[in-house]
């Protein structure tokens, strides 16, 4: 299955090859085609997306100035607020909102021209590795029906995979974009905390979280980070920073680059994940880059840190699903009784027990031993990417230790479905930038992806290896 790129059909529609309202049927038809099956989404918004295609088209017809993604179907996930319209983090307990406001991402993708299609299904408030933890169904990866898509953002990787968007954007708190992306066999970034605002993104774990698009290339997900980044007074925690220029170096090459190698990397991987790995490694070799060996011995302890981090924040940030200020309300005889009533039914297991967890981790008592322990850990993966990065350029790991998996199959153990995102997670931590790129497949012929890891603010250094990735593929 092949689609158009965002570039391609941003160029055709420009140039008046095609309509963007044609742009958007046929990935309409897509939709009605398959939808049933996959589950992408938890809301199509055809009729909005008709009449923003038909509003570009007659710019185009008027000559006037164009943004660089008019006419460019794209999908959200639905943790992302739109104004009027339903968002609902798949939950049961904000069923029925509708936002006020729309996130920042949302105005800039409008600004650029984007046509949004809809709102994709996600674990429930973004926590979970399969999107199985959806209150409204799981999604199915189109690679494979058999299997996920990975997640959190597994509906936004479906649908691009599925050819119903040419890009959406995922939001990552610990790999819920570049997991999903390895799975569906697409590019998925994780900007530099502070890059992407998170105005209007459903807070999950606020210090951890950022969006990020999806694409079928690298130059793709370039011309989206260009049109979302840059600082934003909305938040708080927004870089001063432009966007950064990445559609410039992706012909740069990797030409005297070093590319660490970690040596002390956690085990689990499936064989085929490493000798893809191994592959990236060798072709960057072969155009001109040095590899160099580096050390992180604080990744292991990751995951660990994560799970009392991001737990701790998402008890807090999930105390305002009261019954009184958003979406449902169970009624109860009294205002305790409701908030229980509301909660235990709104919430679904997966996010109940990060509440409990996080609840836990910040009690007295307990504070310093875990998560202040936690926030230890996480400083030293910080320090230890510092000292790696005095050596090396970017870092190569595989993004998932495994290729898609079968529905079920880590339901049962949260510790397993935790795992898969052992690669991923240091780089929340530490805040720094992350992609994920295709590059060939493993068992039963399913995608594998390749991560680079960058420093803060190293993701024109990042795109110039992925590109120089795709190429090599
Ligand atoms: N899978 C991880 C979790 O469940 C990461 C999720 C995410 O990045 N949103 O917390």
Redesign the pocket.
Known sequence: MSFPTVAQLARDIREGKVTASAVLEEHLKRVDERESEIHAFNLVTAENARAAAVEVDRAVQAGKPLGPLAGVPIALKDNMCTRGIETTCSSKILEGWKPPYDATVVTKLREAGAVIVGKTNL?EF????STENSAFGPTRNPLDTSRVPG??SGGSAAAVAAGFAAASLG??????IRQPAALCGLVGVKPTYGVVSRYGLVA?ASSLDQIGPFTHTVEDAALVMESIAGHDPMDSTSLLQPAPSLLSVLDQGVQGMRIGRVVDMPEGSEPDVLERLDAAFAALKERGAAIVDVKLPSLQFGLTAYYLV?PAEASSNLARYDGVRYGMRVDAPDLNAMYAATRSQGFGAEVKRRIMLGTYALSAGYYDAYYGKALKVRRLIADDFAKAYQSCDVVLTPTSPSVAFPFGDKTADPLAM?L??VFTIPTNLAGHAAMSVPFGTGAHSLPVGVQVLAPALGEATMFRVAAELERAR
Do not use: I, N, V, W
Request: some cysteine; proline content about 0%.
């Open positions: 674990d973004a926590m979970g590795s997640g959190s939001s990552d708190t610990g790999g819920s999950f991001a935790y898969c995102d």
